[in-house]
């Protein structure tokens, strides 16, 4: 199993631009989440799904989309990318929400210039 | 509010010294407590939760509900504990974890 992946690894945006950030799970995982991690702030949940066409907002979903078409997949799109969305994105996954480990993906590197 | 703190942003100790990273949480009822810890370029892993009262690592956390505590402890560190630890619950109204801000521990040699 490959676990959690994400691409890309890196990326570097310019302020407007749109793109989209991919995850996926190979583990049949019900539950999936996007965390954003800034320096002195841990990690905050922008959005979650607890299966295939269910989304729901996190605590930080403004300038954020998702979508789950399918359970191996949780795209996180930023509409207008801004500087202040510059951060570390980790995607997550779990069978269940409560006492289930999740376990996360590599990271996205994101800069918006 | 469900809120996890972290008071200490490094913690800095030397190798086979005890270290102790804090928690503290609010939550109403009965929290499910985990730790998390990520390594220097690796992905956030499970330390451990408090379910299942196991030892990893040489690392213990006991849950004390009357100082709403979750400190996480290890009797004699090593340098390959070195890394940014991060107390978690689940809370909210679809069980989400609510992390805190993070201690990043570094083990001196």
């Known amino acids: 199993n490959a676990g959690v992946t994400q691409t890309p690894k890196f990326q570097v945006l310019k302020t407007g631009q749109s793109m989209t950030l991919q995850c996926a799970q190979d583990?049949?995982?019900?539950?999936m989440s996007w965390y954003r991690q800034d320096p002195g702030m841990g990690l905050r949940l922008i959005h979650y799904?607890?299966?295939?066409?269910?989304?729901d907002q996190g605590e930080v979903p403004n300038g954020y989309n998702v979508s789950r078409s399918t359970t191996e997949d949780f795209p996180l799109r930023l509409l207008s990318a801004a500087p202040s969305q510059t951060s570390v994105y980790f995607c997550?996954?779990?069978?269940?929400?409560?006492?289930?480990?999740?376990?996360f993906g590599p990271g996205t590197r994101l800069t918006v210039l | 509010a469900q809120r996890v703190t972290q008071p200490e942003k490094l913690l800095s100790v030397f190798k086979g010294a005890p270290v102790e990273l804090k928690c503290n949480y609010s939550?109403?009822?009965?929290?499910?407590l985990f730790w998390y810890v990520q390594y220097s370029r690796q992905r956030l892993q499970l330390l451990l939760r408090?379910?299942s009262r196991e030892s990893i690592k040489g690392f213990t956390a006991d849950l004390n509900k009357g100082e709403t505590s979750f400190h996480l402890k290890k009797p004699f560190a090593q340098e390959e504990d070195s890394a940014m630890y991060y107390c978690?619950?689940?809370?909210?109204?679809?069980?989400?974890?609510?992390f805190g801000k993070g201690t990043k521990l570094s083990v001196k040699p």
């Open positions: 997550a996954s779990s069978s269940r929400l409560s006492t289930d480990t999740q376990y």
């Open positions: 583990m049949n995982h019900e539950y």
């Open positions: 799904s607890v299966g295939a066409g269910i989304t």
């Open positions: 939550y109403s009822g009965s929290p499910e």
């Open positions: 408090h379910i």
């Open positions: 978690a619950l689940i809370g909210g109204s679809q069980g989400n974890l609510i």
